[in-house]
């Protein structure tokens, strides 16, 4: 908890001070920096090993969390970081999200939905496939996308269970997140938004996507694009 939080502190001082990551947060259409303070969002600059002692425990442990290869190479090193956080809101690990977009997760078991895991408690609720399409959602002013992986989890499945919204969106493709909210009989709709997209966009696509659910089942799709 205390190592990673610190990493996580290190890598959100390397965004505010480092040019590349700036320029790759506006790459990927994070501007918003109410939504990077809220997720703790940071910079890898591939710096982080300059800051440890060169041998022991520190280093084991970010090795077999994947941060650090086998060489002692930062992995992380180019990539937006995303701390993902236990029920006591201590870091477990991190999500990192690079220049195209694509994520990966240190250690690989670590939730998704560990970063934005208070929205568990909302009534209806934004499954997402990954962690920037969290960030883009809450951007757009909905707080309440939560990262969920396309095969659940044993972890997963549970917390779906025990948390069971009364309003379900899927903006991406998670077949089994949807058979589990049928299970639970939770009403789902299919939501299609591409990103960047407006507050008043989401909005729509939103708005329409509840009588279309309602009418045709969890299957119908609304786009909204640019």
Do not use: M, W
Not at 49 to 56: D, I
Not at 112 to 129: K, M, T
Not at 176 to 181: F, K, P, Q, T
Not at 203 to 220: K, N, R, W
């Amino acid at each position: 908890g205390r190592l990673l939080a610190n990493v996580a502190r290190f890598y959100r001082n390397a965004l505010q001070r480092n040019k590349q990551g700036q320029a790759l947060l506006d790459r990927l259409g994070l501007s918003d920096t109410s939504v990077t303070d809220r997720f703790e969002v940071g910079y890898a600059d591939g710096t982080l090993h300059s800051t440890l002692p060169q041998k022991g425990g520190v280093r084991d442990v970010l090795r077999d969390i994947g941060i650090f290869d086998e060489r002692g190479k930062e992995t992380l090193a180019g990539s937006i970081t995303v701390p993902v956080k236990d029920a006591n809101h201590d870091a477990v690990g991190f999500i990192a999200v690079g220049k195209t977009g694509e994520e990966k997760r240190f250690p690989a078991s670590c939730p998704p939905y560990g970063i934005n895991r208070d929205v568990l408690r909302e009534s209806a609720v934004i499954f997402v496939g990954g962690a920037l399409e969290t960030l883009r959602f809450t951007q757009a002013g909905y707080l309440n996308a939560l990262p969920v992986n396309r095969e659940l989890t044993a972890d997963e499945r549970a917390v779906i269970e025990r948390h069971r919204p009364k309003k379900a969106y899927l903006a991406a493709d998670l077949p089994e997140v949807l058979r589990l909210l049928q299970k639970l009989e939770v009403p789902c709709f299919r939501l299609s938004v591409r990103f960047p997209a407006t507050p008043d966009q989401v909005a729509q696509a939103i708005v329409l996507a509840e009588p279309i659910g309602a009418s045709l089942g969890p299957d119908a799709t609304v786009r909204i694009t640019d």
